[in-house]
Every structure is written in structure tokens, then in C-alpha cells.
């Protein structure tokens, strides 16, 4: 907790409970949210270089319009759109 009031942190950041800012280099950023959630995190913060987990109430947030891109998973294309471009049955 030192260290989050040294920095500048919130007075009442999680990081003075069970928090972690987890690095990104080297994972999936999808496959290390689904861990901290089978961990049982509650708090996700999704940044550009890494993910902050908590175990406060159930939230969520982005660091910015560059991260939520990153986080957001790029939606597949729909049996609709396959089948307008010749590439199946629509249902």
C-alpha cells in the first residue's frame, strides 16, 4: 500500500487489498482473462500493456478508445454475410 499512495495511487485502490497489474508481453490477453476469471477475479481493468485484476465488486473498464480495440474481440462474420459473398447457406 506504500507504494500505491508513493505513485499517486486512489486512496481506496484495490491494490491495497488483492489487486495485481498483470504484463501483457508474452500472453493472450484473452487466455490470461480467462484465467483471472476461473481465479475468481471480480475487478478487470483492460489496458494497452497489461490487465489489472481485483477482487472488488464485479466492473469492468478500459484505459482508453486504443485499449478497449485491443480487448474487444473482432466480431466473426455472420452466416449472412458467408452466404451474401457465395460462401454458404443463409439460415
Known amino acids: 500500500w506504500r507504494h500505491n499512495l508513493a505513485v499517486g ?5 484495490q491494490h491495497k487489498k488483492m489487486a495485481a497489474d498483470i ?12 484465467a483471472c476469471k476461473v481465479a475468481g477475479f471480480t475487478g478487470f481493468g483492460y489496458y494497452v500493456n497489461f490487465l489489472h485484476v481485483d477482487m472488488g465488486r464485479k466492473r469492468f473498464w478500459y484505459g482508453g478508445e486504443v485499449s478497449k480495440g485491443l480487448w474487444q474481440p473482432s466480431p466473426s462474420p455472420s452466416r449472412l ?11
Open 9 to 13: 495511487g486512489a486512496p481506496m485502490s
Open 23 to 34: 504484463s501483457l508481453k508474452n500472453h493472450n490477453r484473452f487466455e490470461l482473462l480467462a
Open 81 to 91: 454475410d458467408i452466404a451474401n459473398r457465395g460462401g454458404g447457406d443463409a439460415v
